[in-house]
């Protein structure tokens, strides 16, 4: 019964959206025009960092920097987490998600979200990770694992010992990231390791299984 439940917020703060890239031609766009339809009362600060890509990334990220829909910084390439890091840096607000340059959020996903935060223990909050529509068994599985991870997510946020943040569309808590010192740069798998240090900290991690956000998965081994 509680599964589905999310707090209703009692505010609607400002926030900001960093979405590290790194050779994402063909999904940026796609990407960024979802979290422009986000429908959120809040301001919502878009940050895309360019993570030394080799491909049009840069160009096609370029049109929404100059209508002042996003502010977009180039860097030399150095992972994931050295982006996020930059990110950081340029954040206004309270707080502030991660968003995968592979992905697309719903409209409403924000409004289940938020309303975590009026416990002061928390400094984050996950989503319901989707698959695109499949394109061949392969894809097909990993939805199916996919649909597995989101009721294990809730699970684990109930039992106080979820394990990840995941790129796509997590929201943090500007302070609870900044007072562990950011995203660990050596270590390919951040979304674990920052989850795992938040917790170690005393901090604490819930998820919202009505917050949908939607990732490409490969389509080949």
């Known amino acids: 019964k509680i599964l589905h439940r999310d707090p209703k917020p009692k505010k609607y703060p400002n926030l900001s959206i960093i979405i590290p890239a790194y050779n994402e031609e063909s999904t940026i766009a796609q990407c960024i025009e979802s979290l422009l339809k986000?429908?959120?009362?809040?301001?919502?600060?878009?940050?895309?960092?360019?993570?030394?890509?080799?491909?049009?990334?840069?160009?096609?990220?370029?049109?929404?920097?100059k209508k002042g829909l996003i502010e977009l910084y180039d860097k030399k390439n150095g992972g994931k987490a050295s982006a996020m890091n930059l990110g950081l840096k340029h954040v206004?607000?309270?707080?502030?998600?991660?968003?995968?340059?592979?992905?697309?959020?719903h409209p409403r996903a924000l409004h289940y979200m938020v309303g975590y935060?009026?416990?002061?223990?928390?400094?984050?909050?996950?989503?319901?990770?989707?698959?695109?529509?499949?394109?061949?068994?392969?894809?097909?599985i990993q939805w199916i694992e996919y649909l597995v991870n989101i009721l294990q997510r809730k699970l684990f946020a109930l039992l106080d010992i979820l394990y990840v943040t995941?790129?796509?569309?997590?929201?943090?808590?500007?302070?609870?990231?900044?007072?562990?010192?950011?995203?660990?740069?050596?270590?390919?798998?951040?979304?674990?390791?920052?989850?795992?240090?938040?917790?170690?900290?005393?901090?604490?991690?819930?998820?919202?299984?009505?917050?949908?956000?939607?990732?490409?998965?490969?389509?080949t081994l």
């Open 117 to 140: 935060f009026d416990d002061a223990n928390i400094a984050a909050v996950t989503s319901a990770l989707k698959v695109t529509p499949p394109k061949n068994r392969l894809q097909e």
């Open 92 to 105: 206004k607000h309270d707080y502030v998600a991660c968003m995968d340059a592979d992905s697309i959020v």
């Open 38 to 65: 986000l429908d959120y009362p809040g301001k919502i600060q878009l940050i895309v960092i360019n993570d030394g890509s080799k491909d049009k990334t840069l160009d096609v990220a370029g049109p929404y920097a």
């Open 166 to 219: 995941p790129g796509p569309f997590s929201v943090y808590r500007t302070k609870a990231i900044k007072s562990v010192g950011g995203f660990d740069e050596d270590n390919l798998t951040e979304d674990m390791e920052i989850a795992l240090h938040l917790q170690d900290k005393g901090w604490r991690l819930e998820n919202s299984m009505l917050a949908e956000v939607f990732t490409h998965t490969p389509l």
